[in-house]
């Protein structure tokens, strides 16, 4: 049975109250303080606990977007914590919203991978459609940035790896996200980032997918995505990706822009601060990276992630010298405690000459192309890369028990 969430009227009590779907349009009673109160569209917050949907039952509510609603709900059978998304029911009676909801959830089904939300299905129940997906316990990297203001370097320069893998693999299926930024990039506890919010995903080249509808966020939005270009790929994440750390580095976005019209016609004009100016601990390398990333024109940006990735492996190196590839090898920065979120889409509401060369910042263009031919290597949960020598506990006390007994042995002599 379907039971909605609504909050008692009278500003002295707010109870909760949990109101059948027959009450809709009635008036209620609260039963803590009296009040009269009639449930509408407009109070009601969403579905109470204990609300069934196909083979889910509802917990709370931890997100809320234009399109639709997130709850954490847990899966019949396999008593699987998982996350629902339903979409508003005005939008599920526009047969377009309908259909660019379906959109996402395939979209997003079609992707597997440990940077991306995990989709589980597509269900319609009782009049209402939703998917269920992987529940991520964390915090959004926009919550991290209003706590914290921005990320230390090698951090965010982590995250940042984490999150150009994700895209990498959303582009070897071929699909654009269109909204990525700083709400829609999960932190786990364990410190890998998840990119969250499938809602604008668009798989390129599919068939009718004509449309006058801006989608994306202004201040994350590339110029061709605010013009609305069929032709509209992955440099467009990459530009968003790269305002979104522009921000996480320096604690402001690039540029305040406030609507898809101010993007037309500010942005293509405005002048990019150097990052080192608001922040001196940025290697230069990474500011070069990230203000190409930024490229108002499409054939001076990073033309694939795998492009993306290869310098900012050069940066790593930089990072550590001697090291390679290969760094970063300590364990993630866990989450304080009481930070944490439950919740995938809070908020929701933005190189080289040729690719696989790795020249650097500077170069040319290169023909855009699916594959990542980045040659980094995947770290483990840990962060460190699978397979790089360690050294057993034994072997360094032993090296050490060694070196002590030669210098003594030295002293003796010398004595």
């Known amino acids: 049975m379907i039971e ?89 009676k526009d047969p377009s919203y309908l259909k660019r909801f379906q959109r996402e959830a395939q979209s997003a089904a079609s992707l597997s991978h440990r940077n991306i939300v995990t989709v589980y299905e597509i269900v319609q129940d009782q009049g209402y459609y939703f998917f269920s997906m992987e529940l991520v316990e964390g915090e959004t990297l926009q919550t991290r940035l209003h706590r914290e203001g921005r990320l230390k370097v090698r951090e965010g320069l982590r995250y940042m790896v984490q999150a150009a893998r994700g895209l990498s693999h959303s582009w070897e299926h071929k699909i654009i996200h269109r909204d990525i930024k700083p709400g829609n990039l999960m932190v786990t506890r364990d410190g890998a980032l998840k990119i969250a919010d499938l809602g604008l995903a668009k798989p390129i080249g599919m068939a009718g997918e004509k449309t006058t509808l801006i989608m994306g966020t202004p201040s994350y939005m590339s110029p061709e995505q605010a013009r609305n270009l069929e032709s509209v ?33 500010q942005l293509p004009q405005a002048a990019l601060r150097p990052m080192r100016d608001l922040n001196p601990e940025i290697p230069p390398l990474l500011a070069s990276v990230i203000e190409k990333m930024l490229a108002r024109e499409l054939e001076k940006r990073y033309q694939t992630p795998g492009e993306l990735l290869q310098d900012l492996d050069q940066v790593r190196t930089v990072l550590s010298p001697g090291a390679g590839p290969k760094v970063e090898t300590g364990p993630y920065e866990a989450i304080p405690p009481g930070a944490a979120e439950k919740s995938v889409v809070p908020g929701s509401g933005e190189g080289p000459s040729e690719q696989g060369t790795g020249n650097g910042p500077g170069a040319g263009p290169a023909t855009p192309q699916p594959a990542d031919s980045s040659g980094l290597a995947e770290e483990d949960a840990t962060g460190r890369v699978p397979g790089a020598p360690r050294f057993p506990v034994w072997a360094v006390w032993l090296a050490g028990l060694i070196a002590l007994a030669a210098v003594v042995a030295g002293m003796f002599w010398a004595a």
């Open 4 to 92: 909605f969430l609504v909050h008692c009227g009278n500003p002295k009590c707010q109870q909760g109250l949990s109101c059948p779907k027959e009450l809709m349009d009635k008036e209620v009673q609260c039963p803590k303080c009296g009040f009269l109160m009639l449930v509408t569209a407009g109070n009601i917050e969403g579905f109470a606990p204990g609300t069934r949907l196909g083979q889910y039952t509802v917990s709370t509510k931890i997100g809320e977007g234009s399109m639709g609603r997130v709850y954490e709900a847990v899966q019949d059978g396999l008593n699987r914590r998982v996350a629902l998304k339903v979409l508003r029911g005005r939008f599920a």
């Open 233 to 265: 790929d992955i440099r467009a994440d990459i530009y968003s990706l790269g305002a979104t750390f522009y921000q996480a580095f320096t604690g402001q976005a690039p540029f305040v822009l406030n609507t898809i019209q101010e993007v037309i016609t």
